[in-house]
């Protein structure tokens, strides 16, 4: 039987980015961090594979979003630590001309796909899955969220300074809205969190699936 315990309840975050960790810290949100080691690329692969066995296409990259939050929301969430735990794992993935594109890893990788962004417009898809570890089995539940980016014309010192800050080479899609790359958005359709990698609004809608509240993991709500 699936049991909602009366204290606050205890919410991890399966993720590293600081992007993240700031937008439920803004949000009053009380939270611990557990770094998922999830292996992105043999997940993907093993998910495609499967995909494949199924008689199924090519995974897209809405569902590329979903599925590695999946695996670093149930990776965290099989910790012994995080047991009578709420985890959410978040992943996003950035889609241009049809192509995903996530972390680029390398200053070479961040200048070519930002130069092709220039005056272009792509859909970033951020996947949450939120797992209710509070009772005798875990249960889940998932959210994807997608918002399209217009990107203005830049030019290219602009797009070779950019990659000099370092700040695109470790996030999806190469390019943040909540930092110096915010210079050559010139509009977005959808949810603002959404884009940085995390929806509040969905994390409170998949709260209520399992019975809490969001104001239940404010900090000093109870």
């Not at 199924?56 to 990776?75: E, G, N, V």
């Not at 980016?149 to 010192?157: E, I, K, N, P, Y």
Request: aromatic share 8%; charged share 20%.
């Amino acid at each position: 039987m699936h049991t909602i315990p009366t204290q606050q309840p205890r919410f991890v975050l399966a993720s590293q980015s600081p992007a993240r960790k700031k937008l439920l810290e803004d949000a009053g949100i009380s939270f611990e961090v557990i770094v998922s080691d999830v292996d992105e690329d043999a997940a993907l692969a093993a998910a495609q594979e499967d995909a494949y066995t199924k008689g199924l296409d090519d995974i897209s990259p809405a569902q590329t979003a979903l599925l590695l939050a999946q695996a670093k929301a149930r990776t965290v969430a099989a910790l012994p630590q995080c047991a009578g735990a709420i985890i959410l794992g978040c992943d996003s993935v950035f889609e241009l001309d049809g192509r995903p594109y996530g972390k680029p890893g390398s200053a070479e990788v961040a200048l070519e796909r930002i130069t092709a962004m220039s005056g272009k417009s792509g859909v970033l898809h951020t996947g949450h899955w939120l797992i209710d570890h509070r009772g005798q089995q875990p249960v889940e539940t998932s959210e994807l969220r997608s918002a399209t980016v217009h990107f203005d014309h830049f030019t290219q010192a602009e797009a070779e300074s950019y990659v000099a800050t370092g700040e695109p080479l470790w996030v999806a899609g190469s390019f943040t809205i909540d930092g110096f790359g915010s210079a050559f958005i010139k509009g977005i359709e959808g949810e603002f969190h959404t884009i940085v990698g995390l929806s509040v609004h969905a994390l409170r809608t998949m709260l209520t699936t399992f019975g809490v509240s969001i104001s239940d993991i404010w900090k000093n709500s109870r």
